[in-house]
T-cell receptor, first 116, second 114 residues
Framework: AQKVTQAQTEISVVEKEDVTLDCVYE???????LFWYKQPPSGELVFLIR??????QNEISGRYSWNFQKSTSSFNFTITASQVVDSAVYFC?????????????FGGGTRLMVKP | EAGVTQSPTHLIKTRGQQVTLRCSPI?????VYWYQQALGLGLQFLLW???????NRGNFPPRFSGRQFPNYSSELNVNALELEDSALYLC?????????????FGAGSRLTVL
């Protein structure tokens, strides 16, 4: 069965610090998809990135970057020069190609607090 | 393009009552997913509907049910409410049925059971 673990339940940083959110996953599928979502206080989950299991290229989008390593089953998320607006709960999620539909298995989330 | 809309945004019920939550997906999206986010329990998959049919359900009792209408909107019904049903109920929609499709979430319906 699939599983996603976000060991850091809460992280507090000061603005402009870099911060990395860890995500470790378990799956027996060879084809799977990994996601990161952001949940601000409003509650709505905001999609940040999707990665498929065949694409281990790291990705950078502005201050956000993602490091996908199949060898360690990790998909970590780094925010460079954090800002107060980055304060939110961040979820890592997994879906398996062998399952019809897109039932995401979520990690427990990491609450990031960025202080001015 | 309008996003996923959910109603009501907040509601308070008492134990034993019944509740109906509503979700309108993004135009063109045929799949609707329901998730429960209870305090301390993270995000749990509840139900998946596509083309009017229930395709899959998570590990929840039968008093959690729903349906999808011809216009792809969906309802989630919870009967015989219990205190532990207090949670944020999130609806999401997607265009296709594969694991590659991105789910777009609504802002949720926050249910409090007293």
């Amino acid at each position: 069965a699939q599983k996603v673990t976000q060991a850091q339940t809460e992280i507090s940083v000061v603005e402009k610090e870099d911060v990395t959110l860890d995500c470790v996953y378990e799956t027996r599928d060879t084809t799977y998809y990994l996601f990161w979502y952001k949940q601000p206080p409003s509650g709505e989950l905001v999609f940040l990135i999707r990665r498929n299991s065949f694409d281990e290229q790291n990705e950078i989008s502005g201050r956000y970057s993602w490091n996908f390593q199949k060898s360690t089953s990790s998909f970590n998320f780094t925010i460079t020069a954090s800002q107060v607006v980055d304060s939110a709960v961040y979820f890592c999620a997994l879906s398996e190609a062998s399952n019809a539909g897109n039932m995401l298995t979520f990690g427990g989330g990491t609450r990031l607090m960025v202080k001015p | 393009e309008a996003g996923v809309t959910q109603s009501p945004t907040h509601l308070i019920k008492t134990r034993g009552q019944q509740v109906t939550l509503r979700c309108s997906p993004i135009s063109g999206h045929t799949s609707v997913y329901w998730y429960q986010q209870a305090l301390g329990l993270g995000l749990q998959f509840l139900l998946w509907y596509d083309e009017g049919e229930e395709r899959n359900r998570g590990n929840f009792p039968p008093r959690f049910s729903g349906r999808q209408f011809p216009n792809y909107s969906s309802e989630l019904n919870v009967n015989a409410l219990e205190l532990e049903d207090s949670a944020l109920y999130l609806c999401a929609s997607s265009r296709g049925m594969t694991g590659a499709n991105v789910l777009t979430f609504g802002a949720g319906s926050r249910l409090t059971v007293l």
